[in-house]
């Protein structure tokens, strides 16, 4: 009964209690649960952790009759602490749906023609090798790609080394938080992480820019956001739409999308005039204050006001109330950060806000990551690469993931050599990447196209080979090392063996090594001699692992700065650079400045797209659990305007964008929780793969709108916020 109290104050926020979010068990699971109530059979748990998104919660899986029943969230784990969230409850949905990719499969017909035939692994594994070898053979090992996120990345990414290809392409850097972690690193000489060490547990003030916690579920982090507005911490929330946070805000800003860096400089302008900032803390601790100063007075509330659309006063307000709080204010640095295409300026400007105010490495604001590692494994080491990878194009500051659509690019034109084969994990790249046709162009060049995936969504049904990787329910995979406030491990172990002819990762990625000639980097014969050697290696009780979950370590945790954990920072000058010389040697703007972005035209919308609680981008939209809360996305559009439009709540409508491309058919929802001059989707619907029998052409893709992007010259991220749509209805 404790249990589902908690569970329901958790989903009180996050706007899934609309929906009901208990996830539907279906028939047997119920038998089962009552079999075991009547104690006619017993339930087994074991701990692994969730893959359902990349936040890697500790979860307990229920197992009755070798079925999993349930999954809960393990107490003991960090990024869960005994919480699940609806998409991770619903993981069984994933396991269970009868869509799987079942069997290795080769392509037959045209590519996107979704004609194949099942093959033997041991076909499907000799024809990808000797494809892969021939590319080497004729174009070297740089010319063959790999996209890939989530775990599997763990697994293809030393094979790749050792195959002699550094061409790697992450949308978790250039679509994703890749602007935040170059914003952060070149202002503190580290990234705030994943999950990111916001402190808002012990925040006076949060500031929310975007970061739609409780529709973006990152469990932890919503936990916290929770805790805090329930003991009264005051959420300042800038978001063209009222979101979930921002009801649950001091004061909502309904900014004018695209404008967040006016309304950053102008708050760092009144926060330096009024003398609210940290003196001591910028005296000692950075670099260049005096050249901010300067820099931000022009950027007045009033200035603000026009181009933000939020009144002077209320600037001024917001202001005084974060200055006043400080240190103990959170600037949240967001996540999904590429919108607009001055990114990482955008967060350098809170990068740069949070440091005047002494935030960073105070309860809180920013908290510190242990300092604390796990030694590596010994290993072989990898073949040195003649040919440079080219997978950071011309961007300086681009993270080792890559920037994914460099390497597209560099497959249409061949240059600066050419990439002949893609190897795809855990991404759905047509849905990812913006600009849809050119994803498509691309893929149509290639050699190779080799998709490893659970279900066969839209990237997978263009492959000449699908390999099918069994869910996290049934894989050993990387044992994670958590940095939160303190170290820790945890352990992803098979719940239930494999289905159907599915393998994990880590073992696709050991046959296939073999057949490339380098099966000497994957020394071990299962993943789990492995995990026991690193055990071995860090001191930890494998055993112990195992049964837990996860395994603690608390004398590694220094969150805050103190007398014996003093300030220390990895930049180059070892202080917080306000003031980039390293972006000025480069050619950019050292300091953040105000750059105007188009706004749309009479008659279009902004096209603005985030998350539903209750799904994670495409993946999840035919799980049946989660397909059953939330079947379809709905286009938001601001009341008045359906109005005038004849749009009614309910309606079909299609979306057509500058450039004329046309969505699916998607359902109106008429609010008045959202400005007149954007509509939104919830991103990842509408999959044009067959296969799936319930997602298959439901809601609209709002990736399909994004044929342009805007590309942040310093680190190559595409901001996708910058298409405008007329909304048609349909009839
Ligand atoms: N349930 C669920 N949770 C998830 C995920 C998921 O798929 N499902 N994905 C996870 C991942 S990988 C990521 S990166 C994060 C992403 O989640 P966040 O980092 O929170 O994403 P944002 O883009 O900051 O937030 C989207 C919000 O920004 C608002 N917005 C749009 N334009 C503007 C603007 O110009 N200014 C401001 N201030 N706001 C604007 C939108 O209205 C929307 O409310 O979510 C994570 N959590
Ligand atoms: N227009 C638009 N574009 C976006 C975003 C947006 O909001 N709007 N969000 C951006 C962000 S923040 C991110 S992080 C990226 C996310 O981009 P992706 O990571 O590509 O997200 P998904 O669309 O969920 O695709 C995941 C794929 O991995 C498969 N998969 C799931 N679990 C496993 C597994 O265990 N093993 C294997 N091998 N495969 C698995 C799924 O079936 C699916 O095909 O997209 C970015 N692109
Ligand atoms: S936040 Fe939800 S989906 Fe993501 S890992 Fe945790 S339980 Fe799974
Ligand atoms: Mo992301």
């Not at 982090?221 to 979101?243: H, L, M, N, T, Y």
């Not at 204050?289 to 006001?305: D, K, N, Q």
């Not at 967001?334 to 809170?350: C, K």
């Amino acid at each position: 009964m404790a249990i589902d109290l908690t569970r329901r104050k958790f989903l009180k926020i996050s706007g899934a209690a609309t929906v009901g979010a208990t996830v539907a068990l279906n028939l047997p699971d119920n038998f089962l649960l009552w079999a075991e109530e009547a104690g006619l059979v017993k339930a087994t748990y074991v701990p692994t952790y969730c893959e359902i998104c990349f936040w890697k919660c500790g979860a307990i899986a229920k197992v009755i009759n070798g079925r999993v029943v349930k999954l809960e969230g393990n107490p003991a784990h960090p990024n869960s602490r005994g919480k699940l969230c609806a998409r991770g409850s619903g993981g069984m949905g994933l396991l269970y749906d009868p869509d799987r990719i079942k069997t290795p499969l080769i392509r037959e017909g045209k590519r996107g023609e979704g004609k194949y035939r099942k093959a033997s692994w041991e076909e499907a594994l000799a024809m990808v090798a000797e494809k892969m070898n021939k590319i080497k053979q004729k174009y070297g090992p740089q010319s063959m790609a790999l996209f890939s996120h989530g775990c599997p990345t763990d697994h293809f990414l030393p094979l790749f080394s050792a195959y002699g290809s550094q061409n790697i392409g992450m949308p978790s850097f250039a679509q994703c938080r890749g602007p935040r972690d170059v914003g952060f690193e070149l202002t503190f000489g580290e990234n705030p992480g994943s999950p990111e060490r916001v402190d808002m547990v012990n925040s006076k003030v949060v500031v929310l820019l975007g970061s739609h916690l409780g529709e973006n579920m990152h469990n932890s982090q919503v936990q916290d956001f929770s805790e805090a507005v329930s003991r009264g911490a005051k959420f300042i929330v800038a978001d063209p739409r009222f979101s979930i946070a921002a009801g649950k805000a001091h004061t909502w800003l309904p900014i004018r999308p695209g404008t967040d860096m006016a309304l950053l400089l102008a708050w760092t302008n009144i926060i330096i005039k009024e003398g609210l900032y940290d003196k001591e803390y910028v005296h000692s601790h950075t670099n260049g204050f005096r050249e901010l100063a300067a820099s931000v007075r022009e950027y007045t509330p009033e200035w603000a006001e026009q181009e933000t659309d939020i009144p002077a006063a209320q600037i001024i307000e917001t202001a005084r109330l974060i200055g006043k709080n400080a240190p103990a204010v959170c600037i949240h640095p967001g996540r999904h950060t590429t919108w607009y295409g001055d990114d990482v300026q955008r967060t350098r400007a809170i990068a740069i806000l949070t440091a005047l105010l002494g935030s960073w490495g105070r309860p809180g604001g920013i908290f510190l990551a242990t300092n604390a590692t796990m030694p590596k494994l010994p290993a072989k080491p990898y073949p040195v690469i003649p040919t440079p990878p080219l997978n950071r194009g011309d961007f300086k500051f681009a993270g080792a993931e890559g920037v994914t659509q460099v390497i597209r690019t560099a497959t249409l034109t061949g240059k600066p050599y050419p990439i002949k084969g893609w190897f795809v994990s855990g991404t759905n790249l047509m849905k990812a990447l913006p600009n849809q046709q050119a994803t498509l162009d691309a893929i149509n060049k290639l050699d190779l196209l080799v998709v490893v995936d659970v279900m066969p969504y839209d990237t997978a049904m263009l492959a000449d080979v699908i390999l099918p990787e069994c869910s996290y329910l049934e894989r050993h995979d990387t044992l994670v090392v958590g940095k939160g406030k303190m170290m820790n491990v945890s352990i992803r172990q098979p719940v239930v063996p494999p289905l159907y002819e599915s393998k994990p990762a880590w073992w696709i990625a050991k046959e296939l090594a073999k057949r490339v000639g380098a099966g000497e980097y994957f020394p071990w014969n299962t993943y789990e001699d492995k995990m026991k050697s690193q055990c071995a290696l860090w001191g930890v009780n494998y055993e112990e692992l195992k049964n837990k979950g996860v395994v603690a370590f608390p004398d590694t945790a220094a969150p805050y700065f103190t007398a014996t954990n003093p300030p220390e920072f990895k930049t180059e000058s070892k202080k917080i650079e306000l003031y980039s010389k390293e972006l000025k040697e480069a050619g950019f703007d050292p300091l953040p400045r105000y750059v105007k972005h188009p706004q749309p035209a009479a008659g279009q919308f902004r096209l603005l797209y985030g998350r539903s609680p209750v799904h994670t981008f495409s993946r999840t939209t035919n799980n049946p659990e989660l397909h059953e809360l939330y079947p379809e996305n709905e286009v938001w559009v601001n009341s008045k305007q359906a109005k005038a439009l004849g749009l009614k709540n309910g309606d079909y409508a299609v979306l057509v964008n500058q450039d004329g491309v046309k969505s699916s058919k998607v359902r109106v929802k008429a609010t008045e929780r959202i400005r007149e001059d954007s509509v939104y989707l919830v991103h990842g619907f509408g999959t044009t793969s067959k296969e799936l029998k319930r997602a298959y052409r439901r809601g609209a893709d709002d990736q399909g709108l994004v044929t342009r992007y805007a590309v942040d010259p310093i680190c190559g991220s595409t901001g996708m916020r910058v298409n405008f749509v007329k909304l048609v209805k349909e009839a």
